[in-house]
C-alpha cells in the first residue's frame, strides 16, 4: 500500500517562503504531484516530479529525492491567494492509472 | 481548457435511496475517477476506469459502483444510500495521471439523511 504524511496546518507572512513537506512509502514509485484546493472549489494541478531535483514554475517550485522518499512544495513571495488547502500525491506501481493523495496541508497567509 | 461537469453541486437524499452521481468529460480522456473528500482524510479513490466499459476498484469502493458506457460519462451509484457516505464527491479525468494533471470537476456535496 501507500502512505503519505504532511504537516496538517502551515501559517506564514504574506510576501514570504514557506516549504510544505512530503514523505511517502510505496512500492514502486513513479513519481510525487502537488494539487492546490480553495476552499469550495476543485483541486487544481501544480507540478510532478519523476525525478530527482527542482523543478520551478513561477512562483512555485516542487523538490523531489526519491533516496529519502520525500518531496516539498516551494512557495516563494506569497500573496493572500495562496491561503488554501495543498495534496502530495503519488503515483506508484501498485496504481499507475491512478493517484493517490495525501490528507491535506491547510496554509493561511497572513498580512 | 479541458472541462470536467458534474451534474450536481448540491444533492440530499434519503437512507435507502438508490443515488446517481453523473460526471462528463470533453477532452476524450482515457482515465476517469470518483474520489470522495472528507475533512482530515483528504481525497480518496473510490472507483477509476481506464477505458469504456472497463473499471477498477480505488481504496474504498464498498457500497459504490460505476458505470462507464461512453468514454466521456463516468458514473457513480450508490446503491442504497446510507449516512456515512455523506460526503464530498470530486470527479476526475486524465490522460495518464501523475505525469499528466488529474482535472476535478467542482463536486457534488450528498448528504443522506
Known amino acids: 500500500g501507500q502512505s503519505l504524511e504532511q504537516p496538517s496546518e502551515v501559517t506564514a507572512v504574506e510576501g514570504a517562503i514557506v516549504q510544505i513537506n512530503c514523505t511517502y512509502q510505496?512500492?514502486?514509485?513513479?513519481?510525487l504531484s502537488w494539487y492546490q484546493q480553495h476552499d469550495g472549489g476543485a483541486p487544481t494541478f501544480l507540478s510532478y516530479?519523476?525525478?530527482?531535483g527542482l523543478e520551478e514554475t513561477g512562483r512555485f517550485s516542487s523538490f523531489l529525492s526519491r533516496s529519502d522518499s520525500y518531496g516539498y512544495l516551494l512557495l516563494q513571495e506569497l500573496q493572500m491567494k495562496d491561503s488554501a488547502s495543498y495534496f502530495c500525491?503519488?503515483?506508484?506501481?501498485?496504481?499507475?492509472?491512478?493517484?493517490?493523495f495525501g490528507t491535506g496541508t491547510r496554509l493561511t497567509v497572513i498580512p | 481548457d479541458v472541462k470536467v461537469t458534474q451534474s450536481s453541486r448540491y444533492l440530499v437524499k434519503r437512507t435507502g435511496e438508490k443515488v446517481f452521481l453523473e460526471c462528463v468529460q470533453d477532452?476524450?480522456?482515457?482515465?476517469m475517477f470518483w474520489y470522495r473528500q472528507d475533512p482530515g482524510l483528504g481525497l480518496r479513490l473510490i472507483y477509476f476506469?481506464?477505458?469504456?466499459?472497463?473499471?477498477e476498484k480505488g481504496d474504498i469502493p464498498e457500497g459504490y459502483s460505476v458505470s462507464r458506457e461512453k468514454k466521456e460519462r463516468f458514473s457513480l451509484i450508490l446503491e442504497s444510500a446510507s449516512t456515512n457516505q455523506t460526503s464530498m464527491y470530486l470527479c476526475?479525468?486524465?490522460?495518464?495521471?501523475?505525469?499528466?494533471?488529474?482535472?476535478f470537476g467542482n463536486g457534488t456535496r450528498l448528504t443522506v439523511t
Open positions: 516530479n519523476a525525478l530527482d
Open positions: 476526475a479525468s486524465s490522460l495518464s495521471p501523475g505525469r499528466f494533471p488529474l482535472h
Open positions: 477532452m476524450d480522456h482515457e482515465n
Open positions: 510505496t512500492s514502486g514509485f513513479y513519481g
Open positions: 500525491a503519488v503515483r506508484d506501481r501498485t496504481g499507475a492509472n491512478n493517484l493517490f
Open positions: 476506469s481506464y477505458d469504456v466499459k472497463m473499471k
